[in-house]
Protein backbone atom coordinates (compact mmCIF):
# COMPACT_ATOMS: atom_id res chain seq x y z
CA UNK A 1 0.00 0.00 0.00
CA UNK A 2 1.68 3.45 -1.15
CA UNK A 3 2.19 6.22 1.14
CA UNK A 4 0.65 9.32 1.23
CA UNK A 5 2.34 12.49 -0.01
CA UNK A 6 3.14 15.28 1.73
CA UNK A 7 4.73 18.54 0.34
CA UNK A 8 7.16 20.54 3.00
CA UNK A 9 8.22 24.12 2.76
CA UNK A 10 11.90 23.92 2.78
CA UNK A 11 14.70 26.05 3.42
CA UNK A 12 17.27 23.48 4.78
CA UNK A 13 17.80 25.56 7.76
CA UNK A 14 16.70 23.86 11.96
CA UNK A 15 12.95 24.13 11.63
CA UNK A 16 12.32 22.35 8.05
CA UNK A 17 15.29 19.89 8.64
CA UNK A 18 13.40 18.22 11.42
CA UNK A 19 10.07 18.41 9.86
CA UNK A 20 11.67 16.36 6.91
CA UNK A 21 12.74 13.34 9.53
CA UNK A 22 9.86 13.87 11.43
CA UNK A 23 7.41 13.33 8.40
CA UNK A 24 8.96 10.34 6.91
CA UNK A 25 9.35 8.54 10.44
CA UNK A 26 6.75 9.65 12.26
CA UNK A 27 4.17 10.03 10.26
CA UNK A 28 5.05 7.49 7.88
CA UNK A 29 4.89 9.95 4.77
CA UNK A 30 6.41 10.24 1.18
CA UNK A 31 7.92 13.71 1.85
CA UNK A 32 8.35 16.17 -1.00
CA UNK A 33 10.33 19.06 -0.28
CA UNK A 34 10.10 22.41 -2.35
CA UNK A 35 11.71 25.53 -1.86
CA UNK A 36 10.70 28.77 -2.91
CA UNK A 37 13.11 31.48 -3.77
CA UNK A 38 12.14 34.58 -3.41
CA UNK A 39 16.05 36.00 -4.12
CA UNK A 40 17.71 34.48 -1.03
CA UNK A 41 19.24 32.25 -2.28
CA UNK A 42 22.76 31.93 -4.71
CA UNK A 43 22.50 29.15 -7.41
CA UNK A 44 25.30 27.30 -4.72
CA UNK A 45 23.27 27.42 -2.05
CA UNK A 46 20.18 26.05 -4.16
CA UNK A 47 22.06 22.79 -5.06
CA UNK A 48 23.37 22.33 -1.68
CA UNK A 49 20.17 22.89 -0.38
CA UNK A 50 18.80 20.23 -2.60
CA UNK A 51 21.57 17.90 -1.77
CA UNK A 52 20.61 18.07 1.84
CA UNK A 53 16.93 17.41 1.38
CA UNK A 54 17.72 14.34 -0.82
CA UNK A 55 20.24 13.11 1.99
CA UNK A 56 17.27 13.34 4.29
CA UNK A 57 15.56 10.23 2.15
CA UNK A 58 12.79 12.80 0.67
CA UNK A 59 11.25 11.45 -2.42
CA UNK A 60 12.10 14.51 -4.94
CA UNK A 61 12.67 18.14 -4.00
CA UNK A 62 12.22 20.99 -6.34
CA UNK A 63 13.78 24.24 -6.69
CA UNK A 64 10.60 26.85 -7.26
CA UNK A 65 12.23 30.05 -8.54
CA UNK A 66 9.79 33.43 -8.07
CA UNK A 67 12.16 36.30 -7.38
CA UNK A 68 10.80 37.95 -10.73
CA UNK A 69 7.98 37.47 -9.68
CA UNK A 70 8.05 38.97 -6.50
CA UNK A 71 9.63 42.10 -7.35
CA UNK A 72 6.73 42.50 -9.63
CA UNK A 73 3.13 41.65 -7.86
CA UNK A 74 4.60 42.62 -4.62
CA UNK A 75 7.79 44.36 -4.23
CA UNK A 76 7.36 47.50 -6.45
CA UNK A 77 4.01 48.28 -4.22
CA UNK A 78 5.97 48.62 -1.46
CA UNK A 79 8.12 50.78 -2.09
CA UNK A 80 5.72 53.23 -4.00
CA UNK A 81 3.95 53.07 -0.61
CA UNK A 82 7.27 54.03 0.98
CA UNK A 83 5.81 50.72 3.58
CA UNK A 84 8.10 50.92 6.60
CA UNK A 85 6.31 48.88 9.43
CA UNK A 86 6.14 51.06 12.88
CA UNK A 87 8.28 53.21 10.79
CA UNK A 88 11.00 50.53 11.01
CA UNK A 89 10.93 46.66 9.21
CA UNK A 90 10.24 46.85 5.48
CA UNK A 91 8.45 43.34 5.82
CA UNK A 92 11.07 41.91 4.66
CA UNK A 93 9.85 38.20 5.31
CA UNK A 94 6.42 38.66 5.88
CA UNK A 95 6.17 40.00 2.11
CA UNK A 96 7.58 36.93 0.71
CA UNK A 97 5.54 34.04 2.80
CA UNK A 98 2.86 35.22 0.55
CA UNK A 99 4.40 34.12 -2.69
CA UNK A 100 5.95 30.93 -0.77
CA UNK A 101 2.72 29.78 0.17
CA UNK A 102 1.01 30.22 -3.25
CA UNK A 103 3.95 28.37 -5.03
CA UNK A 104 3.87 25.64 -2.26
CA UNK A 105 0.19 25.61 -2.42
CA UNK A 106 0.17 25.23 -6.86
CA UNK A 107 2.89 22.36 -6.42
CA UNK A 108 1.22 20.04 -3.64
CA UNK A 109 -2.27 20.71 -6.53
CA UNK A 110 0.19 19.64 -9.39
CA UNK A 111 1.30 16.27 -7.50
CA UNK A 112 -2.28 15.19 -5.49
CA UNK A 113 -0.43 15.91 -2.49
CA UNK A 114 -2.67 14.81 0.21
CA UNK A 115 -0.88 16.98 2.83
CA UNK A 116 1.24 20.24 3.27
CA UNK A 117 3.75 21.30 6.05
CA UNK A 118 6.04 24.13 6.91
CA UNK A 119 8.08 24.62 10.17
CA UNK A 120 6.31 27.41 11.90
CA UNK A 121 5.82 27.91 15.30
CA UNK A 122 2.76 28.10 17.18
CA UNK A 123 3.57 31.79 18.73
CA UNK A 124 4.63 33.61 14.94
CA UNK A 125 3.02 35.52 12.46
CA UNK A 126 4.12 32.68 9.44
CA UNK A 127 1.62 30.36 10.46
CA UNK A 128 -1.41 32.44 10.00
CA UNK A 129 0.44 33.33 6.80
CA UNK A 130 0.94 30.18 5.79
CA UNK A 131 -2.20 28.93 6.47
CA UNK A 132 -4.49 31.33 5.13
CA UNK A 133 -3.13 30.91 1.25
CA UNK A 134 -3.32 26.91 2.11
CA UNK A 135 -7.09 26.78 2.82
CA UNK A 136 -8.19 29.59 0.14
CA UNK A 137 -5.79 27.99 -2.60
CA UNK A 138 -5.73 23.68 -1.77
CA UNK A 139 -8.68 23.87 1.25
CA UNK A 140 -9.09 20.16 0.74
CA UNK A 141 -5.32 19.90 1.99
CA UNK A 142 -4.68 18.87 5.36
CA UNK A 143 -1.92 21.30 6.63
CA UNK A 144 0.78 19.54 9.27
CA UNK A 145 2.89 21.54 11.26
CA UNK A 146 4.91 19.67 13.50
CA UNK A 147 7.09 22.76 14.99
CA UNK A 148 3.30 23.94 16.27
CA UNK A 149 1.63 21.02 17.28
CA UNK A 150 4.55 19.51 19.46
CA UNK A 151 5.34 23.02 20.87
CA UNK A 152 9.36 22.01 20.10
CA UNK A 153 11.89 24.70 21.55
CA UNK A 154 15.22 25.18 18.53
CA UNK A 155 17.07 23.06 21.53
CA UNK A 156 14.52 20.16 21.42
CA UNK A 157 14.86 20.45 17.25
CA UNK A 158 18.39 20.14 17.81
CA UNK A 159 18.66 17.17 20.23
CA UNK A 160 16.18 15.43 18.08
CA UNK A 161 18.41 16.01 14.33
CA UNK A 162 21.37 14.91 16.50
CA UNK A 163 19.94 12.09 17.73
CA UNK A 164 19.19 11.03 13.71
CA UNK A 165 23.12 12.22 12.78
CA UNK A 166 22.66 15.20 11.07
CA UNK A 167 25.54 16.96 11.18
CA UNK A 168 24.47 21.16 11.37
CA UNK A 169 26.10 24.32 12.40
CA UNK A 170 24.44 23.80 15.90
CA UNK A 171 26.27 27.28 17.03
CA UNK A 172 24.79 28.80 13.94
CA UNK A 173 21.30 26.86 14.96
CA UNK A 174 21.03 29.28 17.76
CA UNK A 175 19.88 32.08 15.49
CA UNK A 176 16.96 32.07 13.21
CA UNK A 177 17.81 33.62 9.99
CA UNK A 178 15.26 34.25 6.84
CA UNK A 179 17.09 35.86 3.75
CA UNK A 180 15.51 37.03 1.25
CA UNK A 181 15.45 39.62 -1.91
CA UNK A 182 14.00 42.30 0.69
CA UNK A 183 16.27 41.79 3.66
CA UNK A 184 17.17 38.92 6.42
CA UNK A 185 15.23 38.22 9.60
CA UNK A 186 17.39 37.06 12.79
CA UNK A 187 15.86 35.85 15.49
CA UNK A 188 17.50 34.23 18.72
CA UNK A 189 17.47 34.05 22.29
CA UNK A 190 18.17 38.11 22.56
CA UNK A 191 14.93 39.26 20.64
CA UNK A 192 12.99 36.61 23.31
CA UNK A 193 13.90 39.89 25.51
CA UNK A 194 12.43 43.69 25.48
CA UNK A 195 16.18 45.09 26.62
CA UNK A 196 18.96 42.52 24.84
CA UNK A 197 20.02 43.41 21.56
CA UNK A 198 21.59 40.74 18.75
CA UNK A 199 25.42 40.64 18.96
CA UNK A 200 27.60 41.40 15.83
CA UNK A 201 28.14 37.67 14.65
CA UNK A 202 24.38 37.53 14.68
CA UNK A 203 24.17 39.21 11.17
CA UNK A 204 24.89 37.43 8.31
CA UNK A 205 26.76 40.61 6.90
CA UNK A 206 29.71 41.60 8.39
CA UNK A 207 30.83 45.89 8.45
CA UNK A 208 33.79 45.29 5.95
CA UNK A 209 34.31 49.18 4.50
CA UNK A 210 35.69 52.38 6.42
CA UNK A 211 34.96 55.68 5.37
CA UNK A 212 32.18 56.89 2.72
CA UNK A 213 30.86 56.67 -0.83
CA UNK A 214 27.54 57.72 -2.55
CA UNK A 215 25.87 55.99 -5.06
CA UNK A 216 22.84 56.84 -7.35
CA UNK A 217 19.46 54.90 -7.67
CA UNK A 218 17.09 56.05 -10.97
CA UNK A 219 14.10 55.78 -10.68
CA UNK A 220 11.01 56.12 -13.67
CA UNK A 221 7.69 56.04 -12.52
CA UNK A 222 8.69 54.95 -9.09
CA UNK A 223 10.58 51.79 -10.56
CA UNK A 224 14.09 51.42 -9.79
CA UNK A 225 15.82 51.38 -13.52
CA UNK A 226 19.60 52.32 -12.84
CA UNK A 227 22.35 52.30 -10.08
CA UNK A 228 24.94 54.71 -10.32
CA UNK A 229 23.88 55.48 -14.01
CA UNK A 230 24.15 51.96 -15.27
CA UNK A 231 20.70 51.02 -16.76
CA UNK A 232 19.31 47.29 -15.02
CA UNK A 233 16.59 45.71 -14.21
CA UNK A 234 14.20 46.61 -10.40
CA UNK A 235 15.99 43.08 -8.89
CA UNK A 236 19.69 43.67 -9.86
CA UNK A 237 18.95 47.20 -8.60
CA UNK A 238 18.15 45.92 -5.28
CA UNK A 239 20.88 43.20 -5.47
CA UNK A 240 23.61 45.60 -6.72
CA UNK A 241 23.07 48.25 -3.99
CA UNK A 242 22.42 45.72 -0.91
CA UNK A 243 26.03 44.34 -2.33
CA UNK A 244 27.58 47.67 -1.38
CA UNK A 245 25.13 49.07 1.36
CA UNK A 246 25.33 45.87 3.61
CA UNK A 247 29.15 45.91 3.30
CA UNK A 248 28.74 49.15 6.06
CA UNK A 249 26.48 47.69 8.27
CA UNK A 250 23.53 49.51 7.07
CA UNK A 251 20.10 48.90 7.28
CA UNK A 252 20.54 47.04 10.92
CA UNK A 253 17.46 47.09 13.57
CA UNK A 254 15.58 45.23 15.92
CA UNK A 255 11.63 45.63 14.83
CA UNK A 256 8.95 45.66 17.68
CA UNK A 257 5.52 44.92 16.51
CA UNK A 258 2.10 43.44 17.52
CA UNK A 259 1.77 39.75 16.07
CA UNK A 260 -1.45 38.61 14.24
CA UNK A 261 -2.19 36.85 16.93
CA UNK A 262 -2.32 39.38 19.15
CA UNK A 263 0.87 39.59 21.52
CA UNK A 264 3.99 41.47 20.96
CA UNK A 265 7.06 40.17 19.57
CA UNK A 266 10.36 41.32 17.98
CA UNK A 267 12.74 40.00 15.92
CA UNK A 268 16.52 41.70 14.00
CA UNK A 269 16.93 42.44 10.16
CA UNK A 270 19.23 44.04 8.28
CA UNK A 271 17.70 45.13 5.36
CA UNK A 272 20.37 47.72 3.38
CA UNK A 273 19.17 47.96 0.17
CA UNK A 274 15.18 48.15 1.33
CA UNK A 275 15.53 50.92 3.99
CA UNK A 276 17.65 53.03 1.38
CA UNK A 277 15.62 52.46 -1.22
CA UNK A 278 12.76 53.10 0.20
CA UNK A 279 13.95 56.44 2.06
CA UNK A 280 15.30 57.68 -1.17
CA UNK A 281 12.21 56.89 -3.01
CA UNK A 282 10.66 58.67 -0.25
CA UNK A 283 12.50 61.94 -0.61
CA UNK A 284 12.43 62.19 -4.63
CA UNK A 285 8.12 62.15 -3.97
CA UNK A 286 8.56 64.89 -1.58
CA UNK A 287 9.76 66.95 -4.44
CA UNK A 288 7.71 65.64 -7.49
CA UNK A 289 4.46 65.00 -5.80
CA UNK A 290 2.01 67.31 -4.25
CA UNK A 291 0.88 67.50 -0.65
CA UNK A 292 -2.06 65.39 -1.06
CA UNK A 293 -1.19 62.97 -3.03
CA UNK A 294 1.91 62.29 -0.36
CA UNK A 295 -1.05 62.37 2.46
CA UNK A 296 -3.51 60.06 1.07
CA UNK A 297 -0.58 57.35 -0.13
CA UNK A 298 0.77 57.47 3.28
CA UNK A 299 -2.54 55.85 4.63
CA UNK A 300 -2.85 53.80 2.07
CA UNK A 301 0.82 52.39 1.99
CA UNK A 302 0.57 51.63 5.72
CA UNK A 303 -2.82 50.03 5.18
CA UNK A 304 -1.42 48.01 2.10
CA UNK A 305 1.66 47.22 3.88
CA UNK A 306 -0.09 45.85 7.60
CA UNK A 307 -2.74 43.82 5.18
CA UNK A 308 0.34 42.16 3.75
CA UNK A 309 2.17 41.70 7.04
CA UNK A 310 -0.49 39.87 8.08
CA UNK A 311 -1.28 37.83 5.49
CA UNK A 312 -4.27 39.60 3.72
CA UNK A 313 -2.42 39.29 0.25
CA UNK A 314 -5.50 37.64 -1.55
CA UNK A 315 -7.92 40.14 -0.50
CA UNK A 316 -9.09 41.86 -3.82
CA UNK A 317 -8.95 44.96 -1.59
CA UNK A 318 -5.38 44.66 -2.01
CA UNK A 319 -5.71 45.29 -6.05
CA UNK A 320 -7.60 47.82 -5.26
CA UNK A 321 -4.22 49.70 -3.43
CA UNK A 322 -2.33 48.88 -5.90
CA UNK A 323 -3.84 51.02 -8.32
CA UNK A 324 -4.04 53.32 -6.65
CA UNK A 325 -0.48 53.59 -5.80
CA UNK A 326 0.82 52.25 -9.41
CA UNK A 327 -1.10 55.88 -10.62
CA UNK A 328 0.49 58.37 -8.05
CA UNK A 329 3.88 57.25 -9.61
CA UNK A 330 3.43 58.84 -13.20
CA UNK A 331 5.42 61.47 -12.38
CA UNK A 332 8.26 60.29 -10.00
CA UNK A 333 11.17 60.08 -12.10
CA UNK A 334 14.77 61.15 -11.44
CA UNK A 335 18.00 60.44 -10.01
CA UNK A 336 18.60 60.28 -6.15
CA UNK A 337 22.13 60.77 -4.44
CA UNK A 338 22.98 58.51 -1.30
CA UNK A 339 26.05 58.70 0.60
CA UNK A 340 27.02 55.73 2.70
CA UNK A 341 28.89 55.10 6.04
CA UNK A 342 29.31 52.59 8.84
CA UNK A 343 26.04 51.90 10.00
CA UNK A 344 24.23 55.09 8.59
CA UNK A 345 23.38 56.79 5.11
CA UNK A 346 22.50 60.04 4.34
CA UNK A 347 20.13 61.44 1.30
CA UNK A 348 21.85 64.15 -0.44
CA UNK A 349 19.35 65.61 -3.15
CA UNK A 350 17.69 64.52 -6.06
CA UNK A 351 17.94 65.77 -9.94
CA UNK A 352 14.47 65.41 -11.91
CA UNK A 353 12.83 66.85 -14.70
CA UNK A 354 9.60 66.63 -12.93
CA UNK A 355 10.96 68.58 -9.34
CA UNK A 356 8.10 71.02 -8.02
CA UNK A 357 10.75 72.54 -6.33
CA UNK A 358 12.33 74.05 -9.99
CA UNK A 359 9.09 76.07 -10.84
CA UNK A 360 9.48 79.56 -11.74
CA UNK A 361 6.38 80.11 -8.80
CA UNK A 362 9.09 81.22 -5.99
CA UNK A 363 11.43 79.80 -3.72
CA UNK A 364 10.83 79.02 0.18
CA UNK A 365 11.68 82.33 2.29
CA UNK A 366 13.27 83.81 -0.33
CA UNK A 367 11.42 85.24 -3.52
CA UNK A 368 7.42 85.22 -4.53
CA UNK A 369 7.24 85.59 -8.17
CA UNK A 370 3.43 84.13 -8.37
CA UNK A 371 1.45 85.82 -6.21
CA UNK A 372 1.76 89.58 -4.48
CA UNK A 373 2.43 90.23 -0.31
CA UNK A 374 -1.42 91.51 -1.14
CA UNK A 375 -2.91 88.28 -2.61
CA UNK A 376 -1.22 87.10 0.68
CA UNK A 377 -2.82 89.33 3.39
CA UNK A 378 -6.46 88.22 1.58
CA UNK A 379 -5.54 84.71 1.70
CA UNK A 380 -4.94 84.64 5.21
CA UNK A 381 -7.61 86.33 6.10
CA UNK A 382 -10.21 84.09 4.56
CA UNK A 383 -8.41 81.36 5.90
CA UNK A 384 -8.59 82.60 9.30
CA UNK A 385 -12.56 82.95 9.16
CA UNK A 386 -13.69 79.94 10.96
CA UNK A 387 -11.77 79.75 13.69
CA UNK A 388 -12.02 83.38 14.45
CA UNK A 389 -16.19 82.94 13.95
CA UNK A 390 -15.68 79.54 16.26
CA UNK A 391 -13.33 81.30 18.70
CA UNK A 392 -16.37 84.72 18.66
CA UNK A 393 -19.02 82.25 19.49
CA UNK A 394 -17.89 80.33 22.13
CA UNK A 395 -15.58 82.80 24.20
CA UNK A 396 -12.88 80.81 23.11
Known sequence: MSKKKVVLAFSGGLDTTYCAFYLQEERNLDVYTALVNTGGFTPDQLVETEKKARSYGVVDHVNLEKTQD?????????????VLKNNTYPLSVSAERAFQALAIAKYAKSINADYIAHGSTG?????VRFDLIFQIICPDVEIITPIRDNKLSRQAEIEYLKGKGVNLSWEKAKYSVNRGLWGTSVGGAETLTSHLTLPEEAYPSQVQKEGSEEVELTFEKGQL??????????VQVIESLNAVASQYGIGRDVHVGDTIIGIKGRVGFEAAAPVVIIKAHHLLEKHNLTKWQQHWKEQLGNWYGMLLH?????????????????????????????????????????????DLMASDFGQYGEMNNGWSGEDVKGFTKILANQTKIYSSINND
Open 70 to 82: FYDECLRYLIYGN
Open 123 to 127: AGNDQ
Open 225 to 234: TAFNGKKMGA
Open 310 to 354: EGQFLDPVMRDIEVFLENTQRNVTGTVKIKLAPYRFEVIGVQSDK
